[in-house]
């Protein structure tokens, strides 16, 4: 992973668009990810993290994780793929089970 910026346009294309924009004179960047329905995903990249491969590695299964999670998908399954290496696309690219009751008629709610 020599080139930063090529290994987070990897991991994210073609499911999102990548836009990388220079935000701060240190050389923070700011990672925006979007698809049909608007931004997915906006997060910070420093410096230090762009230039570390390990850092730039966890950050990039960092945001896959976040994105999975706020997708509906259950933490424990995503860390159990990543530590069994499978791929979080994989299961990202399956329907999140949904954590409401789809047959609310045996609901009740009081006031």
Sequence with gaps: M???????SDAFQ??????LSIQRLDGSIMLTLSNEKGVAAKRMISAE???DPKRM????ESIKFGMAIEQGHSAMQILAAMTDGADVKK???QPAAPTWRADN???AVGI
């Design 49 to 51: 993290q762009r230039n």
């Design 2 to 8: 020599d080139n930063p910026f090529q290994a987070i």
């Design 57 to 60: 590695s966890r950050l990039i």
């Design 14 to 19: 073609p499911e999102y668009r990548v836009n």
């Design 105 to 107: 008629s045996g609901l």
């Design 91 to 93: 299961l990202m690219a």
